[in-house]
């Protein structure tokens, strides 16, 4: 039997030639700015609009910074089932060479440990480099798998329109309803068009919705203007809110 430290160790030092080529060839660390989204596991490193670069990722583990434990992504209930079910080929391979570590789903530890966690999943999953997020309560470890052409990627175009983060969601395409429209009130649904959850929308565009008093108030004045807009002072929410609010306010007929 292989011991686990030995071979955790070798590895580490397999994978550190391979991330400092993927570093260079790249230019990882010229990048300020990172924005990952889970719905598409991809990764978008950042200066401005016209300097950034994308990569699909594998969402391969976080540490708590808190809690000093390490959990590994199969384990996560805040993760899309699509995004992490290729980490339980690494808890499969765990359980072939009997590592406990990676067949835990989550056990204390320290920010060393993920590294080496990256660097086995880079053997197992075939990824092209790791990166790791350093975030207020959590470091996320992630296997980058591919690098993203951006020009006409839906994807990406989608996960740039993704700057509201209500507190709930995370960060969501925004959203705007009027004062009327609630949870679980009924109030009627009216849209600028139709929508569905998920769906591309085009730059111009924005999920806006209003209640059928607010249609009454926009009709009498011949659409949206200074009174009409009064009567519905739109607010700003996230899309996942907008659709939950839909489902209770729309009036099938
Ligand atoms: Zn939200
Ligand atoms: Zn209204």
Redesign the pocket.
């Known amino acids: 039997m292989i011991d686990y430290k030995e071979f955790a160790k070798a590895e580490l030092n397999r994978v550190i030639p391979i991330q400092n080529r993927f570093k260079e060839e790249f230019d990882i660390d010229s990048y300020t700015n990172w924005f990952y989204d889970d719905e598409s596991g991809i990764l978008r490193l950042y200066n401005n609009d016209d300097d950034e670069i994308f990569f699909k990722y594998i969402p391969i583990g976080t540490f708590s910074l808190s809690q000093k434990t390490w959990m590994w992504s199969w384990l996560n209930n805040s993760l899309v089932v699509k995004s992490k079910i290729e980490t339980l080929k690494i808890k499969q391979f765990g359980e072939e060479n009997q590592f406990e570590k990676l067949t835990t789903g989550t056990f204390p530890s320290d920010e060393f440990d993920g590294w080496e966690f990256l660097a086995i999943s880079q053997k197992v999953l075939n990824g092209i480099g790791v990166y790791k997020i350093n975030g207020d309560k959590l470091n996320y470890y992630l296997l980058l798998t591919e690098i993203l052409n951006p020009d006409g990627n839906q994807e990406i175009i989608k996960l740039k329109q993704k700057i509201v983060d209500c507190g709930y969601h995370g960060f969501k395409r925004p959203a705007f309803i009027?004062?009327?429209?609630e949870l679980n009130s009924s109030n009627g649904f009216e849209e600028a068009f139709e929508t569905f959850p998920g769906m591309d929308l085009d730059e111009d565009d924005d999920f806006s919705a209003?209640?059928d008093?607010?249609e009454k108030k926009r009709t009498e004045c011949d659409g949206w203007n200074d009174e009409s807009e009064e009567f519905?002072k739109i607010k700003l929410i996230c899309e996942d809110f907008y659709f939950e609010i839909k489902e209770s306010n729309q009036k099938i007929t």
């Open positions: 009027c004062q009327h429209l209003w209640c008093e607010c519905a």
